[in-house]
Nanobody
Framework: QVQLVESGGGLVQAGGSLKLSCAAS????????VGWFRQGPGKEREFVAAISRSRSSTSYADSVKGRFTISRDNAKNTVYLQMNSLKPEDTAVYYC??????????????????????WGQGTQVTVSS
């Protein structure tokens, strides 16, 4: 069982930065890949970024590539999402999720929210223009 708690959201002006944290409970956290998703008003939940169990690979949505960076500290059971050059269209509730990935998989595995086993409650990010 893994419990996830997001933090670090808030209100920021366009061009600004925020760093989200996803703190996990459970000694098996390092066995899970972790992804960030977001859901804007009236929109479906969409993939943002993901990181593998060992931190050896990361994946990003095209819309955030070059602006967002995902990282993890397994000793602290925490995954981070550094968000720079924020745009109003980044406004959404951001969720982290943990996936018990198969031994072999491609990046497309990360994109499907159904592949994730545990979810946090979300943190609001609002970017003003």
């Amino acid at each position: 069982q893994v419990q996830l708690v997001e933090s670090g959201g808030g209100l920021v002006q366009a061009g600004g930065s925020l760093k989200l944290s996803c703190a996990a409970s459970g000694r098996t956290f390092r066995s899970y890949a972790v992804g960030w998703f977001r859901q804007g008003p009236g929109k479906e939940r969409e993939f943002v970024a993901a990181i593998s169990r060992s931190r050896s690979s990361t994946s990003y949505a095209d819309s955030v590539k070059g602006r967002f960076t995902i990282s993890r500290d397994n000793a602290k059971n925490t995954v981070y999402l550094q968000m720079n050059s924020l745009k109003p269209e980044d406004t959404a509730v951001y969720y982290c999720a943990a996936a018990d990935t198969p031994l072999y998989y491609t990046d497309s595995y990360y994109y499907n929210p159904r592949n994730y086993d545990y979810w946090g409650q979300g943190t609001q990010v609002t970017v003003s223009s």
